[in-house]
């Protein structure tokens, strides 16, 4: 076990005595001395305090000192960003928040991101160099092993463009700076499961807002398929929506039936005023019974589609996420009927569905797990500390 795995153990935050480390890990005490000196040099860990002593000196305490660096967690939407400081354990040490279309391209949005992100750093008293890397979320397929997005429907200008590159050279710095990229249900799903579901393995993530996509945790690792694209249920094509076209070209997607903005058109078209998914949420809000009704509709569609990913993927919990959750019980209502009725009992007998709980931080908490999890890697630390 070399200095990089070491750290791992210590990365829950508990303080321990060489002594225990010895005793988790089978390593000779003083190959953990040395471990231990090569890891604080670099500043991951630090002392923390004295155990309590059986007789004679008592022994040194260590543990990961998360507040060592920092990272930025970036989550664009399609007319916003939000922006949080993390320490490296996660937390979020301040955040912000701006209005602006991803549709402005790559340049706008991302000056804008650099210009908010060294507010955040200069008012944490943090320097540039303080950052251990930054992960980005964006509304978007992207090929995540280079961070280029790739083909975007609704934004125009980014297709190919090299994000991290981008990134690294606004902040003077080049490849020694960590930039992740993936797409937004992606890092979401990594935040909820982070934050509220850390021990199940098996999790999806359904993101229903403009669009509808799914993030897949299976074996408790992200599964991003061979381009990327898993995941992507939004263009499904349901029997009830036969002559209904969506934006992607086809008829009949979930996305035309389900999305925020479909069932405001829906309503709109039998009567009831609604432009939008804030609009259809709104009229929930106010007890509107058609649009109380429109929404579980959008909730049985859903799950029709997930009632398939259920038999397929065999997952313990479903998290129902993005804007259009807010309508709560009566969108779930709608999905765990289709789920239950169409998936097979075995795989309903443990299966939770639920409203996220990160809510609108889903996609800040996953970017910054996203790059946490890089930076901190057992390689990585092995590097940082010339493998002690
Ligand atoms: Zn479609």
Redesign the pocket.
Known sequence: MRAGELFQVLRDGHARTRAELAEITGLARSTIATRIDALMACGLIGPAGEAVSSGGRPPSRFAFSASSRVVLAVDVGATHVLIALTDLGGRVLDESRAAIEVAVGPVAVLDLVVEQARRLLERAGRDVRELAGIGIGLPGPVEHSTGRPANPPIMPGWDGFDVPAYVQQSFGLGGELDVLVDNDVNIMALGERAGYWPIEENLLFVKVATGIGAGIVGRGLLQRGADGTAGDI??VRLSRGDGVL???G?VG?L??LASGPAVASALDAGGVHAESGEDVLDLVRHGSVDAVQAVRQAGRDIGEVLATCVNLLNPSVIVIGGGLSAAGEYLLAGVREMVYQRSLPLATARLRIVQSMAGDRAGVLGASHMIIDHVLSPDRIGALVADA
Request: charged share 20%; hydrophobic share 10%.
């Open positions: 939004g263009h969506c934006r992607c086809n997607c996305e035309a």
